[in-house]
């Protein structure tokens, strides 16, 4: 969506609501295309005593498998979407600020972008996922396997000196 923003920045006291969706579902991420719901946009622009925000929330249904155990996990999310539009940027680029020279604003790229930021770099089921057996590949959040449990005796004793 491309919002107009040529009212709010002239007239203090305006604001430019609305409230859409858009897909993502183009987006590939670890062979994975893991937005299965359009995104959906609510916020506003406003002006307020000349300073122009855009204040939003976007959210999505994420289905990917967890990066440790492997197991889908279905997650709905939500990011704010925060930022302060200018016209014209005094200082050089500045990640605080949104430059509108021609008082368009690409609301769809801003968000796709926001969303992409604000992805975990690692995508878990649980907090404390326990993952998998590296040996025989057991879920072992579904329980403990048998390769850990005979332990060589040898470290019995070590760790019966570590005790001591
Ligand atoms: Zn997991
Ligand atoms: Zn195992």
């Not at 249904?61 to 016209?87: F, G, I, N, Q, S």
């Not at 005979?150 to 470290?155: A, I, L, M």
């Amino acid at each position: 969506m491309i919002l107009e923003l040529e009212s709010v920045f002239q007239v203090d006291g305006a604001r430019v609501p609305f409230d859409y969706a858009f897909s993502m579902a183009d987006v590939a991420i670890g062979g994975e295309q893991p937005f299965v719901s359009p995104v959906r946009v609510a916020g506003e622009v406003r002006n307020r005593a000349g300073i122009v925000t855009l204040s939003a929330a976007a959210s999505y249904t994420y289905d990917a498998p967890c990066d440790r155990c492997a197991e889908r996990t279905v997650r709905d999310v939500t990011v704010p979407v925060e930022h302060a539009l200018v016209k014209a940027l005094e200082n050089g680029p500045d990640d605080d600020y949104i430059e509108v020279p021609d008082l368009k604003l690409d609301l769809d790229a801003l968000v796709r972008e926001d969303i992409l930021l604000a992805l975990p770099t690692k995508y878990l089921c649980k907090e404390d996922c326990k993952g998998l057996c590296p040996i025989c590949g057991q879920n072992l959040n579904k329980g403990q396997c048998s390769c850990s449990a005979p332990k060589d005796p040898r470290w019995d004793v070590l760790s019966q000196l570590l005790d001591q």
